[in-house]
Structure formats: structure tokens, C-alpha cells
């Protein structure tokens, strides 16, 4: 049965504004802090947000066009993250860790209209900026409250002379609110984007998720101190900026990543919740413990890739409450969490590090399904491996101006992650591998992750990464870079003796204990901190 409304009945756009509109009921006195370089509260934020928005629209940025920020993490770009969408424009949060051919692509192909760039990045935009007539404004911002530059425009001075009043107008919850760039295996970034709705319906999920679990697990609360580790620049740094405003939390934003700032923030501004990738984590573990850093009031959320028992175990023993969580660029990002059922939280810490690291829990609010090839459900046997697939309300629709590749994600209606994962009977997922990454020797599939997780908890060990080499006879075999701890001299028999366990205890095969390792200084990375596979497997 549909009722019709009433008539005059106010037809409520899920808005972004709305997030903002609710900063100033709770805490409106609790600041954002950018390093040790500038503080301001939440008045100050919504203000300088109006001074945004009318800066934007006597450019001409009156709705839908594009503006890509290149910058730091820091306020201006959380001022950003509303002022843009709320005037009905796009923000183009710009990768600056791409290599410059591929940063000019995503300008390019987002057609940004306004380009707002720290002063650290300038030489890279004149070095193509013959390339991008489009862009009809460049604004400047700058740590050093100088004017940059004469020929740009500066961010501070624009604002200044800008009025602090604004009426977010509504619009279209649909409309779109923010865009950025993925990097697959292979061809041209490809354009994610997200609307409105989707991202008010993500901070809803990221407040239910994260605000219902109990205490000493990983719960995000009214009192915490928030502080993301993850780039703004990538899925709105996984769009926990989005709910820290809503519920004004103090905020910490620490500017290039740097491991010593980052424990000196987190002791002196007191931060108590962040999320990160796991080598990240690993970084700010080794500073702390150079330091003596004291992390025991720190909650991580961990994602963007597998979280290593191994340094689970070690976050753990430093009293850290750590927390895994799985999505990705196309999910808005998060996807699940891991939920820590209360009544286990006694047991050892080797048990805690295991369920730790699992992916996560099944999620809120979204239609997953772990699907085989044949597309049915696999039994939550934990051992039977398939893709997963979901349906949310906050997934990305496709790909910028790019069907193809769109249609190719939304396979049959569900949105195909290329994670191949297991379930247990407590709904507990564990992704194994992404397809791609995966080892198929002798038609069987080797995860990388679990060999990765295996090699990594040998005390030698300080980290590693497997990728499948092509072999004659067995199609693939798993080959294991591993970079040994300082002082350290490890043998394939030493690593092939200590996975030996494993396979005592039924959690690997025999056969998937690789016989090829490679002893090196590092292990390559993405723009966003993760293991770069396919950088490994070209250098191999
Ligand atoms: P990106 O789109 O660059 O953020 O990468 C998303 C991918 O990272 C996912 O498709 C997974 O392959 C991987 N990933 C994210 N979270 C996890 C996790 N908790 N465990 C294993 N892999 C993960």
C-alpha cells in the first residue's frame, strides 16, 4: 500500500549538510587540530566552511562542477569535505601520491573547474598545467600563511574576504558529492563516485558499527579522540571525518605522514581512536616503542588489506584495542568489522590476535553473499572459498563515464569485491585472497594472506609479501619476499621448519609451503601503504 503525503508534507533529502548542522549541538567547543601548526572549534569550522562555499560560488562554482583539492590532511581539507558538496559541486579528492602522468588523467578526466593545491604541489600542476585549459581557478593554501604565490589565488585571503553567512541550499540527494580515482592491475585509474545519500546512509553504518560493540572493543564514542591515518585523499579517510563532525569529537589531522608526529599527536592532543592500513600500524609501532610512546589508550581500526597475526599480537601486548575491518574504493568504503563477543575478551592473547585479525563480521544493513563460481552461498565451514558479493545502499553505481568497467563490477546485480573469502558459523569472514593475487598450483588455490600470516609470526621475521611465479609443472608456486629483522639471518629451511606447525596443525597444506624465498631490504608499496603485488611480480 502507497499513502499519498500530505500536501505541503516536506519531502527530507538525506543531505550532507545535515552532518554538519549537527557539529554544533554537541561539543561545538572541542577543536580540530592540524598538527602543531593551527586549532580552531566547531564554530570556527562552520564558519570558514560559508567562507568556502561563497569563495566557490564568486568563482562560478554554483553546482556540479568539479573541484579537485591536492593537499595534506589537515582542516582546510575537512573544510572541503562539506563546503564543496554542500554547494552542490563535486569534491575531487586528488591522489598526489599517483605518478604525475596519472594525476594529470584523473584531472583530466574529472574535468575539475577548480583546483585547490598546497603550495608543496604547485611545481607538479605547472609542469602540465598547459595540459588542463579547463581549470578556470587555481587557489593556494599554504602552512605559512604567506600569499604563496602572486599569480594564484590564496585560499586564506579568499576566505577572508569572504562573508561567513551561507543557506545550504537542498538539492537532489542523489547528486553527486564527491569523486576519486582507483588504481587497478590494470588500464587507467578508474573514477569512483558517491552521492548525497550515500554518504549520509555510510556515516549512519560507520555510527552503528562502530558505536554499538562494547567497550575494549574498538568502539568509536562521544569521547574519543579521533585521528585518521588513512589519506583524506583515498574514500574520504574511509569516511570516519563524516561521523568525528557529526558528533563533534576532537579532531587531529597530522599533515604528511610521519611516524614521530604521529606518537607525539597521539600522546600530547590525547588521541584515542585512528584507523590505518597495517604497515602503517607497524610504522607507528616501531616509533613508539623507540620512544616509549605509551599506546595503551589507543583504539586502531585496521583495513585496506590483511591484518598479520604477528602484529596484531604485538599491538595487543602494547595494550592497544585493535580492530579489523574490510571494503574497498567502490564500497564508500567500509564494508564490515570484526565484532569481539564480549564474553571471550579473558581469553590469551594468541586467541585475541587470531580473531583480531579476522576480516570482520557480517555486516550491517548489506546483502552479502560469498558466492562459488557456480554463484551459490558456500557453507560456513570456514575452509570453502568464494567471491563476495553485495548489495548496500552506499556502494559506488559504477565508474566515471566508464560503462564498461562499470557493468563488468555490477555482474548480475551484485557488486563483485574480486575478494575470495571463507565464512565460519559465527558469521565471521576471512578474506583469503584477492582473485588475482591468489596461487592456483596443481589446481588447487594457496592463499597469499595466510602464507604471509604464517611467515610473518616467525620473531625473525620483520615482514613479507607472497605472490604466485609461474611453474612448469604446477602452474603456479608461491614465492615469499621476506625482509629479516636487523642482526638476523634466516634460511628457507629455517622458514620451511617454523611453517612446519602449520601443517601439523591442518592450517596449510603441505604442498602450499613455498619453496622459493628472497631475502630483501623492502617490501614495495601502493600510494596508499599496501603491498604492491603487481610491483613485486614485474620485479621478480
Ligand atoms: P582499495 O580499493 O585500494 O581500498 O583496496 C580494497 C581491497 O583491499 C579489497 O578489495 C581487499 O582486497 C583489500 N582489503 C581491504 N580490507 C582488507 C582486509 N581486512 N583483509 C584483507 N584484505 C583487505
Redesign the pocket.
Known amino acids: 500500500m502507497k499513502i499519498k503525503p500530505a500536501p505541503g508534507a516536506y519531502d527530507f533529502q538525506l543531505l550532507i549538510k545535515n552532518i554538519l548542522a549537527y557539529s554544533l549541538v554537541l561539543e561545538p567547543e572541542r577543536e580540530i587540530v592540524y598538527s602543531n601548526k593551527s586549532r580552531y572549534n566547531y564554530h570556527t569550522l562552520n564558519k570558514r566552511i560559508r567562507q568556502l562555499a561563497n569563495v566557490l560560488n564568486s568563482l562560478g562554482a554554483n553546482g556540479g562542477a568539479p573541484v579537485g583539492v591536492i593537499d595534506y590532511d589537515c582542516h582546510r581539507y575537512l573544510e572541503c569535505y562539506f563546503g564543496i558538496p554542500m554547494t552542490g559541486n563535486v569534491l575531487h579528492t586528488v591522489n598526489w601520491r599517483l605518478s604525475p602522468a596519472q594525476i594529470l588523467y584523473t584531472i583530466k578526466h574529472a574535468q575539475d573547474k577548480i583546483l585547490i593545491v598546497n603550495e608543496d604541489f604547485l611545481p607538479l600542476v605547472e609542469g602540465f598545467i598547459d595540459q588542463i585549459p579547463f581549470v578556470a581557478h587555481i587557489i593556494v593554501t599554504t602552512d605559512n600563511n604567506s600569499a604563496a604565490s602572486n599569480a594564484y589565488k590564496s585560499y586564506e585571503h579568499l576566505l577572508l574576504q569572504a562573508a561567513d553567512t551561507y543557506d545550504f541550499p537542498d538539492f537532489d540527494e542523489d547528486a553527486v558529492a564527491t569523486m576519486f580515482y ?2 587497478g592491475t590494470t588500464g587507467d585509474p578508474k573514477g ?1 563516485y558517491y552521492t548525497h545519500r550515500q554518504l549520509v546512509l555510510h556515516t549512519f553504518h560507520l555510527a552503528a558499527t562502530f558505536g554499538f560493540v562494547g567497550g575494549a572493543a574498538g568502539r568509536m564514542s562521544s569521547d574519543d579522540v579521533y585521528m585518521p591515518l588513512t589519506s583524506m585523499f ?2 574520504h579517510a574511509w569516511g570516519f571525518p563524516y561521523l568525528a563532525t557529526m558528533y563533534s569529537l576532537k579532531q587531529v589531522y597530522t599533515g604528511r605522514f610521519d611516524a614521530t608526529t604521529v606518537t607525539e599527536l597521539i600522546a600530547n592532543e590525547g588521541v584515542t581512536f585512528s584507523h590505518c ?1 597495517p604497515t602503517i600500524l607497524q610504522m607507528v609501532l616501531n616509533k613508539a616503542d623507540e620512544q616509549q610512546t605509551d599506546l595503551s589508550r589507543w583504539k586502531v581500526v ?6 598479520p597475526v604477528a602484529l596484531a599480537k604485538r599491538a595487543l601486548q602494547m595494550g592497544i584495542d585493535l580492530r ?8 564508500c ?1 567500509v ?1 564490515c568489522s570484526g565484532y569481539i563477543p564480549l564474553a571471550c575478551k579473558d581469553n590469551d592473547i594468541d586467541w585475541q590476535a587470531r580473531t583480531r585479525s579476522r ?2 563480521t557480517w555486516p550491517l544493513f548489506t546483502d552479502m553473499r560469498i558466492v562459488d563460481a557456480q554463484g551459490n552461498d558456500v557453507p560456513k565451514d570456514d575452509t570453502t572459498q568464494g567471491e ?1 558479493v553485495l548489495r548496500a545502499p552506499w556502494l559506488t553505481n559504477g565508474y566515471l563515464y566508464d560503462d564498461v568497467r562499470g557493468a563488468e563490477l555490477w555482474t548480475g546485480g551484485y557488486l563483485h ?3 575470495v573469502a571463507t565464512i565460519n558459523e559465527r558469521n565471521s569472514i ?2 583469503a ?2 582473485i588475482k ?1 591468489v596461487i592456483k598450483s596443481g589446481g588447487e588455490w594457496i592463499s597469499s ?1 595466510a602464507l604471509e600470516s604464517f611467515i610473518g609470526q616467525h620473531p625473525w621475521v620483520a615482514e613479507t609479501a607472497v605472490v604466485g611465479l609461474p611453474d612448469a609443472q604446477w602452474g603456479e608456486r608461491p614465492c615469499a619476499l621476506v625482509v629479516p629483522h636487523a642482526g638476523k639471518t634466516l634460511t628457507a629451511d629455517i622458514l620451511r621448519d617454523h611453517l612446519q606447525q602449520y601443517v601439523n596443525s591442518g592450517e596449510l597444506s603441505k604442498w602450499a609451503v613455498p619453496e622459493l624465498y628472497k631475502w630483501v631490504d623492502a617490501i614495495p608499496k ?1 600510494s ?1 601503504g ?1 603491498i604492491d603485488k603487481k610491483e613485486i611480480r614485474r620485479s621478480i
Open positions: 582507483t588504481t569512483v583515498h574514500v592500513v585496521s583495513g585496506g588489506a590483511a591484518m579489523a575491518s574490510y571494503g574497498m574504493s567502490e564500497t568504503p564494508i576480516t570482520g563476495i569485491t574480486g575478494d576471512r578474506i585472497d584477492r593475487d594472506i601502493t596508499v599496501k
